[in-house]
């Protein structure tokens, strides 16, 4: 009998716990956090506002500590993860006085390339990044779908296998967000890096996810893990099927549960 390959997570996380000093007190923001996402994954988390989530990508990207637990890449808890993972969040963070070009190389010339061979790497993206013909514009006279696709290009030039995404397109109205989700479809599924995306838009996550990690109301802790088994590659056309719809209500009724339980059950829940 044949022993199916054991894969080790691109990224896990175990039992990660974090506070912070709010008002001369200690208040948990994590309180046992478990996530994985496999190399080539595309994952989600969801769950209410101040439960965590950013301070999760923080974590996972190095720019902060877990009080307690461990984050693995690739399976070392000693690996260098900042500098190594891609981190975009949801505000573009374009330089005003920088073209558009220029704002996408700046990653790489903070990496030593010089200006000249950032630009040439750049150049070779820019249509695939659908902007072609604005590499001269400045951020001011772009949309916020335009602005998001650079500050993308500008984090995937850095070529590294993860890429953290901290709700990319809450910003944008609702028809550029559809468009921004299926291109970020169509780009994940060339470039097969791993993704983990924040997001408040549970159609967002379930069209765009391999797996949703939905977390409790502060202190945040993983609430259910589902499974997103709708076949790919996928559209937009994908939200009207039975099954997204399914999918969907049953990230609903979570979210609703979570969102209605009141003070003394959560407390009574986070203390299992």
Request: contains cysteine; proline residues 4%.
């Amino acid at each position: 009998m044949s022993q199916r390959a054991v894969t080790t997570p691109k990224i896990e996380l175990s039992s990660i716990y974090k506070a912070f000093n709010l008002g001369g007190r200690r208040e948990a923001v994590l309180a046992g956090v478990d996530i994985i996402a496999n190399a080539g994954e595309f994952v989600s988390i969801i769950g209410p506002s101040g439960c965590g989530k950013s301070t999760l990508l923080n974590i996972i990207a190095g720019l902060d500590d877990a009080d307690a637990g461990i984050v693995q890449m690739d399976g070392d808890p000693s690996s260098m993860r900042l500098g190594s993972i891609g981190y975009m969040q949801q505000k573009d963070l374009l330089m005003p006085w920088r073209s558009v070009l220029d704002n996408t190389v700046l990653g790489l010339e903070l990496h030593g390339l010089s200006k000249k061979q950032a630009r040439l790497r750049a150049l070779d993206l820019v249509e695939t990044f659908g902007l072609k013909g604005f590499e001269k514009q400045y951020p001011l006279a772009l949309s916020g779908g335009m602005r998001q696709r650079a500050a993308f290009l500008r984090t995937m030039l850095l070529d590294q296998d993860v890429i953290l995404l901290d709700e990319p397109f809450g910003a944008l109205d609702a028809l550029t967000r559809v468009q921004m989700q299926e291109w970020l479809l169509e780009l994940w599924e060339s470039m097969k890096k791993t993704i983990i995306l924040i997001t408040h838009d549970v159609d967002e996550a379930i069209l765009l996810s391999d797996r949703v990690y939905v977390l409790t109301a502060r202190p945040g802790r993983v609430k259910m893990v589902l499974n997103i088994e709708l076949p790919r590659p996928r559209d937009y056309k994908s939200v009207t099927t039975r099954e997204f719809t399914e999918l969907k209500s049953i990230l609903l009724t979570t979210l609703h549960e979570e969102n209605s339980m009141p003070a003394w059950g959560k407390l009574e829940e986070t203390n299992k």
